[in-house]
């Protein structure tokens, strides 16, 4: 089993030695472990071209972006490879790194599983056999641990938005671990805690995959969402409904004396964004959005209007 940690801050700084602890962890629970910093890489913005999608969904394609002159293959490779992630950031204005949301924007629609299995899918009933179909190594079980630091306690957006970035993976997140007030450099190394807590994180991410995937137990702070675990909810304006920030699952808030609690039924928890069938339903709703609509016949007219305002500032 092989465990690969991906850091999103500074060398020798306070993210990476957490990294680094856990998969210390999960080295001495027998598992094989690399790390990769993500400052090392270069990462190009998302261009929204679609192309990754149209070659899964009408070609049976492998998915492969169109942007081939940066990393985005080398980190792709190292995740493909993995059995067990270990994701760490530091927080920046309540969000994780932002190089970690433009990967994220690169891998989010080419590596949802339910697009790569419809791919799969339509090479079998169409019996394609020539070109490169969606990697197999995709469709392996895998589970993850989230770790971010931040220097106070504005960290509310930290750990929803690292879990977006194991979505498209399916993977089981099973820890998660914020750790606040650690501000300057490498000063994490005062926290005994929070050092044992990642290096407890790293053993649970290995052992968990000497079981089937999906017997491992979550062992990280119980949020509101009973399915990914998150504290943050969104109100649906004076409704009663209330959504899931992290995972999209609607439900209500049952409220007994100075509890609170996030209430969903078996059907609701369906829609998920984290499971399969979720992304299915996900899919089902792109594709009426993305049907042709009566009058775009005229778009082109009515945007000459645009392409002709204004020049843009450059340096």
């Known amino acids: 089993m092989k465990v690969l940690g991906l850091t999103c801050g500074r060398k020798n700084s306070n993210t990476e030695i957490l990294v680094k602890e856990a998969l210390m962890g999960a080295e001495e629970t027998g598992a094989e472990v690399e790390i990769v910093r993500l400052l090392d890489l270069k990462i190009k913005p998302c261009t929204g071209c679609n192309s990754c999608v149209i070659d899964l969904m009408e070609k049976g394609g492998s998915g492969k972006c169109v942007i081939k002159d940066d990393d985005l293959a080398f980190i792709d490779e190292k995740i493909m490879e993995c059995d067990g992630f270990i994701l760490g950031s530091p927080i920046y204005e309540k969000m994780p790194q932002g190089l970690l949301k433009v990967l994220n924007d690169r891998f989010g629609p080419s590596h949802d599983m339910a697009i790569r299995l419809i791919a799969k899918k339509i090479r079998e009933e169409k019996g394609i056999t020539k070109g490169t179909g969606p990697d197999e190594r995709a469709f392996k079980p895998r589970v993850a641990s989230l770790i971010a630091v931040g220097g106070s306690d504005w960290t509310t957006l930290a750990l929803p938005l690292l879990n977006i970035f194991t979505l498209p993976f399916q993977m089981k997140v099973v820890d998660q671990i914020l750790v606040d007030w650690t501000a300057l450099p490498a000063t994490v190394l005062l926290n005994d805690k929070a050092i044992e807590r990642a290096r407890k994180s790293g053993r649970h991410v ?110």
């Open 206 to 315: 290995a052992e968990s995959l000497k079981n089937p995937v999906e017997e491992a137990a979550y062992i990280g702070e119980q949020g509101m969402c009973p399915v990914c675990h998150t504290k943050v909810l969104h109100i649906e304006g004076s409704t009663s409904k209330v959504v899931c920030a992290t995972c999209g699952v609607i439900g209500t808030l049952k409220v007994n004396g100075d509890k609170v609690e996030f209430v969903l039924t078996e059907e609701e928890a369906k829609h998920s964004h984290m499971l399969l069938s979720g992304k299915f339903m996900h899919v089902e709703d792109m594709g009426r959005t993305l049907a042709p609509k009566p009058g775009m016949d005229t778009i082109p007219q009515k945007l000459e209007k645009y392409k002709s305002y204004l020049k843009f500032s450059k340096p």
